[in-house]
């Protein structure tokens, strides 16, 4: 078995799609059947465990994907062993609150998102253990942190996601609502995130020189720039990470 997962909820349901269109043979994954565990066992073939226990007998990696509140309480009693690997996804929580209870395994923290559906997740890790590459790298990149704390900070970007949805559900409605068909605004605008997240990420150049590249004295990206400006709107989304982080502390 190369993967067991403890919550088969929102997430999962994703994680579990991004490694069946990378080519994981569905059996190949344990699934606790609480959730949608058995319906997507059911659904897709997946393996159906009779519960935790079962799945921490038979994997050698397993995934934590249940509510904050309930990671601790998840894990604890379970039939753990040297070589095992717990990968949580569970934001906001600790290693220390889960390392005492898995011991002598191992644990990972991940921030994985729904883009791992389509194999477009950058799930930030720490530690980076090699076990956890294979898995990490089908549903999507790896973005390795040095320390917890950088993995709080970073964990933020999984709500600058939802965020980004936001904004491209906003500008899609509002081109539909001036008469462009609703499915040309919404791929229109989905791809036109996707294009400036790709040129930041890969033109070598200083982030704020690409930015400057497209803003044209006079031009119509510097009108609508000073307009957010002047309405707070980049400042008020810096105050929502500040929001975020203060939460995931
Ligand atoms: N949603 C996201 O996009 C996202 C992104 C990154 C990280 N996360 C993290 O992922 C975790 C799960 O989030 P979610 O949105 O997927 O929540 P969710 O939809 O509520 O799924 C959690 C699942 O865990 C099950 N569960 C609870 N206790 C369990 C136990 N002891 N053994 C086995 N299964 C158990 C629940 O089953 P019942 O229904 O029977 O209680 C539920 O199906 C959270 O910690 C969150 O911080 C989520």
Redesign the pocket.
Known sequence: MRLGI???????SFILAGLRRAGWSAGDVLL?P???GAALAARHGHALARD?GEVVDRCDLVLL????A??A??VAGLPWRAGQVLVS???GVPMARLAGAVAPARVVRV????AAAVGASPTVVWPQLPEVEAFLSAIGTLVPVDSEADFETATVS?AIYGWAQALVVAGAEWSAAQGLPPDVARQLVARTFEAAGRMQAEDPGPMREVLASLVTPGGITEAGLHHLEGAGALRAFEEACAVVLRRLR
């Open positions: 403890i919550g088969v909820g929102h997430l999962s606790t609480r959730g949608q935790a994907a249940v509510r904050p309930m990671a309480e998840a996804a569970c934001a921030m994985p998102i729904t999984a």
